[in-house]
């Protein structure tokens, strides 16, 4: 997961993104360490993580972003998007996967953000 301060589109910086904080959760592991469960496709499935503080000051203007990607290569070892070993995992083993986070009355998700005063 990313969490990323979008600058407005001015003239002085001419807007960009500046990435604020990055975590890797691997999603089998949404409930237990000791028991890895896979994903059901099409079925949704909470998932609650905490993203270390890091105090960043977003500014007046500026917005905040959230990314939910399933690979962080090459920073983190490939995801084959598949139930197996990642670290035994065969050139068949990976496949494309589709990552939908849902926001409505049913299936809320929220970002919460402390704000220190």
Request: aromatic fraction near 12%.
């Amino acid at each position: 997961m990313k969490l990323i301060d979008v600058y407005p589109n001015d003239s002085s910086m001419g807007g960009y993104q500046q990435l604020v904080r990055g975590d890797v959760m691997r999603g089998k592991f949404r409930k237990s360490f000791e028991n890895p469960e896979p994903f059901v496709p099409n079925e949704p499935s909470p998932v609650s993580f905490v993203m270390p503080d890091i105090y960043h000051t977003f500014r007046a203007g500026h917005r905040i972003m959230v990314q939910v990607q399933s690979s962080w290569f090459p920073l983190v070892d490939r995801n084959p998007q598949k139930f197996v070993d990642i670290y035994k995992a065969t050139e068949g083993d990976f496949q494309k996967a589709t990552m939908r986070v849902y926001r409505s009355r049913s299936m809320p998700s929220q970002l919460k953000v402390l704000v220190m005063e």
